[in-house]
């Protein structure tokens, strides 16, 4: 079946940088697109940036403002979003998933604060 693991979430200070990762598996990671989500406290879930099947990317300018970078590493099924210069307002639980959507996988919980 479809699946998502999400890691390298961790406690950072400002201006600080993390990798998150995500292992899918259970379908062909070369046929989808791939998404990063988050939802902060008492937010609803929203899309960070994604990743189409051919390498093309595509971000929300007013979340990521230039400081995230997502990118697939196909020959291991895995997506990543390195991101840089990290702000107490991208604290978070970080989701992927792909296009089609499948179930939401734990999450990954990032935390900026000083």
């Known amino acids: 079946q479809v699946q998502f693991v999400e890691s390298g979430g961790d406690l950072v200070q400002p201006g600080g940088s993390l990798r998150l990762s995500c292992a899918a598996s259970?379908?062909?990671?070369?046929?989808?697109?791939m998404v990063w989500y988050r939802q902060a406290p008492g937010n609803q879930r929203e899309s960070v940036a994604s990743?189409?099947?051919?390498?093309?990317?595509?971000y929300t300018n007013r979340i990521a403002k230039g400081r995230f970078t997502i990118f697939r590493d196909s020959a291991n099924n895995t997506l990543y979003l390195q991101m840089d210069f990290l702000e107490p307002e991208d604290t978070a639980v970080y989701y992927c998933?792909?296009?089609?959507?499948?179930?939401w996988g734990q999450g990954t919980q990032v935390t900026v604060s000083s």
């Open positions: 998933n792909s296009l089609p959507r499948g179930p």
């Open positions: 259970g379908f062909s990671f070369t046929d989808r697109a």
């Open positions: 990743i189409t099947k051919e390498g093309t990317t595509y």
